[in-house]
Every structure is written in C-alpha cells, then in structure tokens.
C-alpha cells in the first residue's frame, strides 16, 4: 500500500469494513472530471442528524490547495433558507473512500465543526494525494472507477443549562436565651424563628441528647426554617457558631462550623455538644437554678441558587 501521509493533525484515520452509514457515491469514469474541466462536483443532498447535506468532491483541490495534487472533500449543509434565524448545526464528519481490492474503506474524521450562516461549509482541503489514489495496488482507483462515502453526526445542542449565582449576606446575628425549668423541658425545644441573610432560623435542643446521645449528652442543632422548601439547586450557606455560657466563672463553652444547607440538610449541629455529666456539674456553672444560657452567632450567610437555562 502506497504512504498515505496526513498532515492534519485534527484527522482521525483508520480502515474499516463497514460501509458509510449516510451516503455512498460511486464515480465510474473519474479521470473525465478533470479533464472536463469540471473543478468540483456536488452530490445529491442526503439526511443525517435531521437536516440535509452535500458532499462536494475537488478532483484537484480547492482554493488555495488547488492545484497541489490533492483530492478535496467538504460537506455542505443544504436548504438553509429553510432554517431558523441565526441557526447552528455542529457536526463530526467522516468521509471515505472504498479500497475495491480489499473490500474494506479507507475513513477520514476530522473535528466537530459549526455549520452557520457565514460558514456552512467545511471539509478536508487534502483528504488524498493523487499519488496514493491513483496508485492500483491501493485499490482506490480501479477501471477509472471509485467510490466515496460521507459520515454525518450532529451534536445535538442541550436545551437545558444552568446559571449559578451566590450572594453574600453582610448581616450578622448573634442572640442569648435563658432557657429555665431546664429539667422539665421534655425530649427537644425550640426556640422562636430569628431571620438572618433573608432566610428563617431556629435553636433547636435535645435537653437529654438526641436518639444516639440520649442520656449521654446535650445536644444543640441550628434549624434552617425555609431550607425545606428549597428546589433541588438551592442552598444557603452559614458559618455558625453555638455557645452554652458558664454562668458563675464567665467563658462558655463554643463550638463552630460552616456548612451548606439544603433540601437534604435543613439542620446541622452537634449531637454531642458537651456530656450531660458535666452540663450538671455545679462547679462548672452551666446549669444554674435549672437555667442555661445558650447563644447562637451568625455571619457570612452565602445565597447559592441554579436556575434553568433554555
């Protein structure tokens, strides 16, 4: 087989067996296009990816590559004035010829390329030489007789993307309550709604720890009061911080985090926040007169929403 030497990096080129899946052309006396004078010939059009399209064959190159031993090959899309304002069609295009001696195609892809109204079309300036084509043991000329094949895959555009937008609160919040009869509160407690960043929170306790902390420690959770009722590609983002003060030696104890919350996550805390051991140790002060004082710090509240784009 003769050296068939591809300079365009943006080809893909492999042989295979099975014939071009949109549209064959069987040229029988092909030296006569040339000598005709006759400098590219138009196929018929044919369908692929819902639209229509031409094959066009320069026996002696196009344009500036005419004239530099090279067969020319471009696929054109067709019927344009039948298509939308400012239409766009983005295709991979492979074009063949068919090796008669050995019963299989010689192919040749080249990379997606836009289809528009100042471009519709576009091809491969040097798809072969003359020298591998008209070679007979390459089996591409055969009788002055060859055959080329076209290959058309439209990448269909998503109608669907997305816009991401975040917006950082500057509101800070930062409030204590006294929670009294402490020890008669019951399994959990709520505190009333406070608004921040635009958005519903509330305090929510386990006086006696939560399912898997029951009996073993306090547990306190900030609750996201709208985040229920978020859709899918919403979330609002705080960094938190959760205090329950030392009533007689000042300090308190603080634990912080940042999270993200959402549809799935609409309350986020700690589950062990301090042992109910030392919660009801009265050297530590925490529990006095059955009261605690817990207070809650916000800041930095980021809005974060995905919105459809068509």
Not at 43 to 52: D, H, L, Q, V
Not at 225 to 250: E, M, P, S
Request: charged share 25%; net charge neutral; aromatic share 14%.
């Amino acid at each position: 087989m003769g050296s068939l030497a591809f300079e365009d990096e943006e080809m893909t080129v492999e042989v295979r067996e099975a014939s071009p899946a949109h549209y064959l052309l069987k040229v029988e006396s092909f030296s006569l296009l040339s000598e005709s004078g006759i400098e590219k010939f138009e196929s018929n059009e044919f369908e692929a990816g819902g639209y229509k399209w031409k094959m066009i064959i320069y026996p002696d190159g196009k344009g500036s590559d005419k004239g530099s031993e090279h067969i020319s090959v471009y696929l054109a899309i067709s019927r344009t004035s039948f298509l939308p304002a400012g239409w766009e069609v983005n295709a991979i295009f492979t074009f063949f010829v068919f090796n008669q001696l050995r019963d299989n195609y010689l192919s040749v892809r080249g990379k997606m390329r836009r289809f528009q109204p100042i471009k519709s079309l576009w091809g491969l300036p040097k798809f072969l030489s003359h020298g591998t084509f008209k070679e007979s043991s390459n089996g591409y000329l055969v009788d002055d007789k060859c055959v080329f094949g076209a290959e058309v895959f439209v990448v269909q555009r998503q109608p669907i993307g997305e816009c991401l937008s975040m917006v950082k609160s500057n509101d800070s919040f930062k409030r204590e309550w006294k929670i009294c009869n402490f020890s008669n509160l019951g399994e959990d407690w709520f505190s009333e709604e406070f608004t921040v960043g635009d958005y519903k929170w509330k305090l929510w306790l386990y006086p006696k720890g939560n399912v898997k902390n029951k009996g073993r420690n306090i547990s306190i959770f900030l609750c996201s009061v709208d985040a229920k009722d978020f859709d899918r590609h919403q979330k609002v983002k705080a960094n938190c911080n959760i205090c329950l003060k030392d009533q007689i030696n000042g300090g308190c104890k603080k634990l912080s985090y940042c999270i993200w919350f959402s549809t799935t996550r609409v309350n986020w805390g700690f589950p062990g926040f301090m042992p109910l051991t030392e919660l009801h140790d009265q050297k530590k002060g925490y529990l006095v007169n059955d009261c605690i004082v817990v207070e809650v710090e916000l800041e930095g509240v980021f809005k974060h929403s995905v919105k459809s784009l068509s």
